[in-house]
């Protein structure tokens, strides 16, 4: 990783009660200075969603969440596949009720409430609910080679962590249809002309690029940054009059924060700001 910033920790997460039946991390991470890197590692399963991954996955968010060092995170899969969706052999003799009764959205639901900045760094496949997965994120680094797509129809199913309304929201209705209804998938520059994706890369630097997106937002003012965040997140979510409704509460909030002081009387006195994130 770039920046030369000392790496804090770099270990597997092994959550052994939760993921039992697995030697090896399926998530791991790395925080170089304020910046988290989170890498889904099953390779040989195309990084497929299973629900001891995503309960790994749900684990370490919740621990940087608590973590007032780190102030962005960055998901991947790694240069090959992001994730190629939720895992089908676990999948493929469920019934209805036993979905029901696995409670795999509350996993999900716990990754959804992290508070920090995400930006899922893509290359190759993210597929179904790897897709919904960086769509979840609050933004998209793509590599050239990414690939994005709900190929669910293909296997009977449709999307169903989200993936119907976040990509009507990020395509609008037209585009989100035919892409659940065919299954087709979206390079890399499709989706970023589309409005799915920030930054296309090369496949050499789409993490890096990542990186500096990173490395920005951990640099600007964290209270501000979770207050705006939040806005935007649940002003896509409802109305335009309570979404307006949020995004001033969260204004006004942030008049009572030292790092609003700061970044204020910096500007005045030419200086660049210090921001303490209280
Ligand atoms: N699940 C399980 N294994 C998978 C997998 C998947 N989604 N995708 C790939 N693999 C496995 C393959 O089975 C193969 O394993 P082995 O045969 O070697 O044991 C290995 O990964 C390599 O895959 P391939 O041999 O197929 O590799 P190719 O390069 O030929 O093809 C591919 C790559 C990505 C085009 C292909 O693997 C593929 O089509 N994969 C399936 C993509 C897909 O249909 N994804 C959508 C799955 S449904 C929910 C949340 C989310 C979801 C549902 C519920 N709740 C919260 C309740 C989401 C659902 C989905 O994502």
Redesign the pocket.
């Known amino acids: 990783m770039a920046y030369g910033m000392t790496v804090r920790r770099f270990m597997p997460f092994t959550v052994m009660k939760e993921c039992a039946m697995s030697n090896e991390a399926l998530v791991l991470y790395e925080i170089q200075g304020a910046i988290a890197t989170l890498t889904l590692n099953r390779p040989?399963?195309?990084n497929?969603?299973s629900p001891e991954l995503m309960a790994e996955l749900a684990t370490i968010m919740e621990t940087l969440d608590e973590d007032d060092t780190v102030r962005c995170i960055v998901l991947t899969g790694g240069p090959r596949?992001f994730a190629?969706?939720?895992?089908?052999?676990d999948?493929a003799e469920r019934t209805s009720t036993s979905?029901v009764e696995r409670r795999?959205?509350a996993?999900?639901e716990r990754v959804r409430k992290c508070r920090k900045p995400i930006i899922a760094a893509v290359s190759g496949?993210a597929?179904?609910?790897?897709c919904?997965l960086a769509m979840q994120c609050d933004m998209i680094v793509a590599s050239e080679t990414a690939q994005f797509g709900q190929?669910?129809i293909?296997?009977g199913?449709m999307?169903?962590?989200g993936g119907t309304q976040r990509l009507a929201r990020a395509l609008g209705p037209y585009r989100a249809m035919e892409m659940v209804l065919t299954g087709n998938m979206l390079s890399a520059r499709e989706a970023h002309a589309a409005g799915l994706v920030n930054r296309v890369a090369p496949i050499e630097s789409f993490l890096d690029e990542a990186h500096r997106l990173a490395s920005e937002i951990a640099s600007r003012a964290p209270v501000a940054i979770r207050l705006a965040r939040e806005a935007v997140r649940h002003g896509v979510e409802t109305t335009v009059r309570d979404g307006l409704e949020i995004e001033r509460r969260n204004f006004y909030l942030l008049f009572n924060t030292e790092d609003q002081k700061e970044g204020m009387q910096a500007f005045i006195e030419k200086r660049p700001a210090t921001y303490k994130g209280k």
């Open positions: 040989k399963a195309l497929a969603l596949v190629a969706g939720a895992d089908i052999k999948m979905m795999s959205f996993t999900w496949y597929l179904g609910g790897g919904e190929p669910e293909h296997i199913i999307p169903g962590a």
